[in-house]
T-cell receptor, first 112, second 114 residues
Framework: AQRVTQPEKLLSVFKGAPVELKCNYSYSGSPELFWYVQYSRQRLQLLLRHISRESIKGFTADLNKGETSFHLKKPFAQEEDSAMYYCALSGLGETGANNLFFGTGTRLTVIP | DTEVTQTPKHLVMGMTNKKSLKCEQHMGHRAMYWYKQKAKKPPELMFVYSYEKLSINESVPSRFSPECPNSSLLNLHLHALQPEDSALYLC?????????????FGQGTRLTVV
């Protein structure tokens, strides 16, 4: 069965400091990994996905299949990065349809 | 239009009431989802519709009944709910049910069962 683990419920960093949000996963097939973000009073939205290998708002995430990890990193945190971050795994279920499963989330607070 | 729209935003219902949550998207997406999110918890998948057919039902009680009238609309019919069903109900859609494409989420309906 699929599982996504985010070990830190809360993470606080100072503005300008590096930030890393951890995510580990387990899945028997070949998953697609995403990071979703929820800013205060806004809807859940995609931040980035591993297959695109791009940097969004200064964030990057590398899929490490050996360690089954997909950690989210940013070299210099900004106050506007304060939000709830969810790591998510997308896998095709028995019916062939796409399932999206979320980790428990990490609330990031950037201290001015 | 690149949004998923959910109505109502808030709903308070008694345990004997029947109500429906509605979700709409006009992005041509062929997969639509219902999630339940309790406070300080991640979204939990409830139902997945693939090409207007129910493809996944994650062991959800029968007091929740989904319906997909067409490719743009998704309903969740509620009947005889319990107070523990109070939560934020999220609708989402994605382009292709058989590919790992981005899911777009609505703002949610905050349901309170009294």
């Amino acid at each position: 069965a699929q599982r996504v683990t985010q070990p830190e419920k809360l993470l606080s960093v100072f503005k300008g400091a590096p930030v890393e949000l951890k995510c580990n996963y387990s899945y028997s097939g070949s998953p697609e990994l995403f990071w979703y973000v929820q800013y205060s009073r806004q809807r859940l939205q995609l931040l980035l996905r591993h297959i695109s290998r791009e940097s969004i708002k200064g964030f990057t995430a590398d899929l490490n299949k050996g360690e089954t990890s997909f950690h989210l990193k940013k070299p210099f945190a900004q106050e506007e990065d304060s939000a709830m971050y969810y790591c998510a795994l997308s896998g095709l279920g028995e019916t062939g349809a796409n399932n999206l499963f979320f980790g428990t989330g990490t609330r990031l607070t950037v201290i001015p | 239009d690149t949004e998923v729209t959910q109505t109502p935003k808030h709903l308070v219902m008694g345990m004997t009431n029947k109500k429906s949550l509605k979700c709409e998207q006009h992005m041509g997406h062929r997969a639509m989802y219902w999630y339940k999110q309790k406070a300080k918890k991640p979204p939990e998948l409830m139902f997945v519709y693939s090409y207007e057919k129910l493809s996944i039902n994650e062991s959800v009680p029968s007091r929740f009944s989904p319906e997909c009238p067409n490719s743009s609309l998704l309903n969740l019919h509620l009947h005889a709910l319990q107070p523990e069903d109070s939560a934020l109900y999220l609708c989402a859609s994605s382009q292709d049910p058989r590919a790992h494409t981005e899911a777009f989420f609505g703002q949610g309906t905050r349901l309170t069962v009294v």
